[in-house]
T-cell receptor
Framework: ETGVTQTPRHLVMGMTNKKSLKCEQH?????MYWYKQSAKKPLELMFV???????ENNSVPSRFSPECPNSSHLFLHLHTLQPEDSALYLC?????????????FGQGTRLTVV | AQSVSQHNHHVILSEAASLELGCNYS??????LFWYVQYPGQHLQLLLK??????LVKGIKGFEAEFIKSKFSFNLRKPSVQWSDTAEYFC????????????FGSGTQLTVLP
């Protein structure tokens, strides 16, 4: 266990559905991240939160909407997704978001859009 | 923008063979370098990291990596692999300022045959 927990582990949703991914960390970290992992491609950073404030949004389509109510919880709200959004979505946390400390990853949510 | 290249997409070795996985990055400034491993069905976990000091860093499970600044490289090595090393290996880099978030390579799948 890494101390970063993601739910659900698997999710199948239709293109018109609305769902949310949840991430929780109890490591006392101040930075949290969403990554997208697709086959044969590098992990893509989607969003970064530092001290609950969004500090990076890497040109992610608006059908992905993050929420960080506190430094321990991070959500990714999904709506009107496309089949190409099917991927493994990873949450990570680090002590701070300056890149000088390691990131701890959750096991991911395997998302399939049908 | 910085990028990370892992030239080997799939490496197949027999047990006891020596391993070297290549990693090159494009960023020219001060960098922090990481190798992460993802065992089948498990989360990404840190193998080793380089921030400063001795360019030869040792990580868990007998892995080591050498930072060669002139070659922009951070290759991962292990003298004798085991079947349990079968996993996907990711090189990642962070830099200062706008490059402070982890940038990952596309990963190398290592298969060790018993």
């Amino acid at each position: 266990e890494t101390g970063v927990t993601q739910t659900p582990r698997h999710l199948v949703m239709g293109m018109t559905n609305k769902k949310s991914l949840k991430c929780e960390q109890h490591l006392g970290h101040n930075a949290m991240y969403w990554y997208k992992q697709s086959a044969k491609k590098p992990l893509e950073l989607m969003f970064v939160y530092n001290f609950k404030e969004q500090t990076e949004n890497n040109s992610v389509p608006s059908r992905f909407s993050p929420e960080c109510p506190n430094s321990s919880h991070l959500f990714l709200h999904l709506h009107t997704l496309q089949p190409e959004d099917s991927a493994l979505y990873l949450c990570a946390s680090s002590r701070e978001g300056t890149g000088s400390t390691e990131a701890f990853f959750g096991q991911g949510t395997r998302l399939t859009v049908v | 923008a910085q990028s990370v290249s892992q030239h080997n997409h799939h490496v197949i070795l027999s047990e006891a063979a020596s391993l070297e996985l290549g990693c090159n990055y494009s960023y020219g400034g001060t960098v922090n370098l990481f190798w992460y491993v993802q065992y089948p069905g498990q989360h990404l976990q840190l193998l080793l990291k380089y921030f400063s000091g001795d360019p030869l860093v040792k990580g868990i499970k007998g892995f080591e990596a050498e930072f060669i600044k002139s070659k922009f490289s951070f290759n991962l090595r292990k003298p004798s692999v085991q079947w349990s090393d079968t996993a996907e290996y990711f090189c990642a880099v962070t830099g200062p300022g706008s490059a402070r978030q982890l940038t990952f390579g596309s990963g190398t799948q290592l298969t060790v045959l018993p």
